[in-house]
């Protein structure tokens, strides 16, 4: 039996992927390093270490350089994201929180960012959530299923009563490491292997996931 809901925050309930991927952009022209919308794609809910990994693409820099270079980018990212509001929810996230927690079930938030809560405070839907996990609440990132694990745990609920909702493919991958229903929203290349698939949040049936 379904008894809560985790979502992740970049790309679900908001569109910080692609504050994330201007971020990375700018930093990408400065280092003259080639960066396309599509190379993304594989830095969407991937550690912010590994999505400069991504970006490098194997080429060689130093320790020190890697620490400035993920400092400028998280610098970047610091100052969009001041701008958001609860104009920033994507279609269809609020309603389906507010539906979910009418309904009685518990809500979370399992992202991989260090930058989760001022986001989450800014799209003023802080209240709604009986958990917030993020970037600092467990060592290894997604795809490994430890950040969904620690907050089904954290609701006091087992792996298989969850439902995650998740726009990348490591949190896909993590998802149903954990043992847990996964819904994906996005292109089939990307969340396929997900039990439900979705385009867009405003066109998730919960009927569907909890038959
Ligand atoms: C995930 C995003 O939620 O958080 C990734 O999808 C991002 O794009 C990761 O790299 C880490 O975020 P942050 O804010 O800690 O750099
Ligand atoms: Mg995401």
């Known amino acids: ?6 979502f992740d925050l970049d790309g679900v309930i908001t569109d910080t992927a692609e504050l994330h ?5 700018k930093l990408a022209d400065e280092e003259g390093i080639p960066f396309t919308r ?8 991937v550690s912010r270490r590994k999505s400069l990994e991504l970006l490098l693409n194997g080429r060689e ?5 890697k620490l400035e270079m993920m400092d400028r980018k998280n610098n970047y990212y610091k100052e969009f994201i001041k701008q958001i509001t609860e104009e920033d929810l994507l279609p269809g996230a609020k309603e389906l929180l507010d539906e979910l927690k009418s309904r009685g079930y518990k809500l979370a938030v399992a992202s991989a960012s260090k930058n989760a809560k001022p986001v989450i405070k800014n799209l003023g839907v802080e209240h709604v959530f009986d958990q917030i996990s993020d970037g600092y ?3 290894k990132t997604k795809p490994a299923p430890d950040l969904f694990l620690y907050t089904a745990k954290q609701l006091g609920l087992k792996p298989e ?12 991958e993590a998802a149903l490491a954990a043992g847990m229903t996964a819904v994906g929203i996005g292109p089939e290349e990307r969340v ?3 039990h439900f698939r979705y385009d ?3 066109d998730i049936n919960l009927d569907d996931i909890l038959a």
């Open 1 to 6: 039996e379904i008894k809560g809901f985790i």
């Open 21 to 25: 991927y201007r971020s990375w952009k």
């Open 38 to 45: 599509e190379d993304n794609e594989q830095l969407r809910g």
């Open 61 to 65: 820099v130093p320790e020190e350089k």
């Open 137 to 139: 609440s467990v060592e």
């Open 161 to 172: 009563e969850c439902v995650v909702i998740e726009d990348a493919e490591a949190g896909i």
């Open 192 to 194: 396929g292997k997900a």
């Open 200 to 202: 867009k949040v405003a």
